[in-house]
């Protein structure tokens, strides 16, 4: 069956930094395009994140371009979120997402996600 | 300020109907594909609607999606308490390249 692991997180202050990984089983995980979502407390879903299943193409949130990295190790069925520069307001639990279909040909939705991983930044 | 609109809250007694409207433009609804999401806080999102109306296997059919223009709609019938949640639309906005989820929508089965 499907299962998507994520790890990672923990308390961190703010200007900080961090690596989540999610760890994938039950698939190809190289056939399939990846997504990070958010949930900051008290407050909506917010997608963070994708990449496709090579890798090659990434695409981010305004809030967190510049700052964090989605990329993906294929061979360790593993993706990954690098978060640079943390402030309060990253505060969430990041969930990791399997897309299906293609969003370029606007068909696309996440059909299996992660139970999450909470992130605190605070001094 | 979420690119899709949603009700913040809906309620219904157990047994009876509800909808939940999501409200976007034709850079995302309009032009492609919604989704729609149950969640609990603490717990993995789980997909309800895909493709504006379709549901996987095991989701029953009390829950149905529509789309019409710029705008989509969750329905569920036969509300039970364990519908209580979070419901999301989401889907790609295609001139942000990026997907967007609506605010969330809490049900309460009164």
């Known amino acids: 069956q499907v299962q998507l692991v994520e790890s990672g997180g923990g308390v961190v202050q703010p200007g900080g930094s961090l690596r989540l990984s999610c760890t994938a089983s039950?698939?190809?995980?190289?056939?399939?395009?990846m997504h990070w979502v958010r949930q900051a407390p008290g407050k909506g879903l917010e997608w963070v994140a994708v990449?496709?299943?090579?890798?090659?193409?990434?695409y981010y949130a305004d809030s967190v371009k510049g700052r964090f990295t989605i990329s993906r190790d294929n061979s360790e069925n593993t993706l990954y979120l690098q978060m640079n520069s943390l402030r309060a307001e990253d505060t969430a639990v990041f969930y990791c997402?399997?897309?299906?279909?293609?969003?370029?040909?606007?068909?696309?939705?996440?059909?299996?996600w992660g139970q999450g991983t909470l992130v605190t930044v605070s001094t | 300020q979420s690119v899709l609109t949603q009700p913040p809250s809906v309620s219904a007694a157990p047994g009876q109907k509800v909808t939940i409207s999501c409200s976007g433009s034709?850079?995302?609804?309009?032009?492609?594909?919604v989704s729609w999401y149950q969640h609990l806080p603490g717990t993995a999102p789980k997909l309800l609607i895909y493709?504006?109306?379709k549901r996987p296997s095991e989701i029953p059919d009390r829950f149905s999606g529509s789309k019409s223009g710029t705008s989509a709609t969750l329905g569920i019938t036969g509300l039970q308490t364990g519908d209580e949640a979070d419901y999301y639309c989401?889907?790609?906005?295609?001139?942000?390249?990026?997907?967007?989820f609506g605010g969330g929508t809490k049900l309460t089965v009164l």
């Open positions: 997402a399997r897309q299906l279909g293609y969003c370029g040909g606007g068909n696309c939705h996440q059909d299996y």
């Open positions: 039950g698939f190809t995980f190289s056939t399939y395009y």
């Open positions: 990449i496709s299943y090579e890798g090659r193409n990434k």
């Open positions: 034709s850079s995302n609804i309009g032009n492609n594909f």
């Open positions: 493709e504006n109306n």
């Open positions: 989401g889907t790609w906005d295609t001139s942000l390249s990026a997907w967007v």
